[in-house]
DNA sequence: TCTCGGAAACTCGTATACGAAATTCGAAAT
DNA sequence: ATTTCGAATTTCGTATACGAGTTTCCGAGA
């Protein structure tokens, strides 16, 4: 029941290398992105790299400079900081929409993300508790049926990859963000869409505050 | 003081040009949108409008049929509702976070467009009023010094153009709202952005409920 | 040694070319 | 008249080519 390959063509495939490779921080912030290098390192033409690239642009994942192509985006604690401040009226809201939508199916995922979530905790494997964390709330945004918050937290959390693979420690990297989100499962699972919401709410509030600061 | 002209290049006129023909409701949803034939209407070659439509597409605007290209996606209810549903979040947020930051200039700006807009009202100038209420909410985006907000909402607008174009009464397009826009901004200028964001929230609550409804 | 100028090399944006997949259209068969 | 099969046409995705603007580099002059 695999729903269809959609074939995805070579700006796409481009696309999504480059964005991970950036979020993954495999390219450093600042370094340039020339079309020819990474044309011959994904072994694709020029063409569906120059396409790529501008949609990062427009996506603030890299900055034009005007002059020499692009450099990849400085990881910006303001991007950081706005990102929270919507997460922070946007979650509430994708749960008590996704509350009453809640299937067995969803149940049984949802569980599943958080006991490997707090398991990876234990075993200390950080790139595994992001996936984890990112699983758990991507799970809430697609219960909720709203397209629009699905696809623009998809590319918030591309945002928070690269801010968090700065600092070892971010804000899913502990036992606390593991054990409310649990407490947050279990009153959707419950139908008690208004405490869940109230308890996703602190949960973002507080999540920033557990992030080591730096300028 | 003209912020200097960024020297669009062909591929960002192309977007600019494409996603306000779509927008504005130039092309039908559902028509089909030939390479070939954009490009020879904007005079350029296909290279640009292949990256701009590659743009449209990973933002909903058009939809790609597998076969033949793309096509203008149909305007879509449970879009509109969707972004409602995120307005009804982000935007007492955004209010929240403009309203301290509130400048003599910016005060100007706002009662300007409020002015504005309720002179077009009784002129009944559809599209002029749908400009000032988009005018009005990108004011406090601006504000609220937030770009996730400025960025997301700008592609908001854009979709709800769309849907407002097909009804000739929308949100907007009623005294009450620009009597609401008043309020709400004077609120702001007082300071009071508990208050502000109140009736904010409100005033984009009932807004749905004052379109034409239809499937 | 340091500065300056200009030529060579680089890189991007855009145009054009090419191959593959899909659609269309017509002719032959029923 | 209708259906079917395949060749011609359309159209896209991608590769390659080209022109313009920048940067780099090196040698001449101070």
Redesign the pocket.
């Known amino acids: 029941m695999e729903a269809i390959a959609p074939a ?7 696309y999504d290398a480059l964005l991970d490779a950036i979020c993954a921080g495999e390219f450093r912030p600042g370094e ?8 011959e390192r994904l ?9 790529a ?2 949609m990062l ?1 427009a996506q603030r994942f890299v900055i ?7 450099i990849v985006a400085p990881v910006d604690r303001q991007l950081f900081e706005s990102i929270y401040q919507v997460r922070s009226a946007i979650e509430p809201l994708a749960v008590e929409l996704a509350t009453p939508r809640i299937s067995p199916e969803a149940i049984k995922r949802g569980r599943e993300i958080v006991a490997r979530g707090t398991r990876l905790m234990q075993s200390n494997d950080p790139s595994g508790v992001l996936q984890a964390d990112i699983d758990f709330h991507t799970l809430i945004y697609e219960l909720s049926g709203n397209a629009i918050i699905v696809d623009t937290m998809r590319l918030n959390w591309q945002h928070l990859r690269r801010s968090m693979g700065e600092v070892l420690r971010f804000p899913g990297m502990t036992f606390q963000v593991w054990k409310e989100h649990r407490a947050i499962f279990n009153a959707m699972v419950s139908g008690d869409a208004a405490d869940a919401a109230a308890k996703m709410r602190s949960h973002i509030t507080e999540a920033p505050r557990r992030v080591v600061r730096e300028a």
Chains 1, 2 share one sequence.
Do not use: F, H, M, Y
Not at 8 to 14: D, F, H, N, Y
Not at 32 to 39: F, I, N, P, T
Not at 43 to 51: D, E, G, K, M
């Open positions: 995805k063509s070579l700006v796409e495939k481009t340039r992105l020339g079309q020819d290098e990474v044309a072994n694709v033409s020029r063409q569906p790299v120059n396409s690239i501008a642009k034009d400079t005007g002059r020499r192509g692009v």
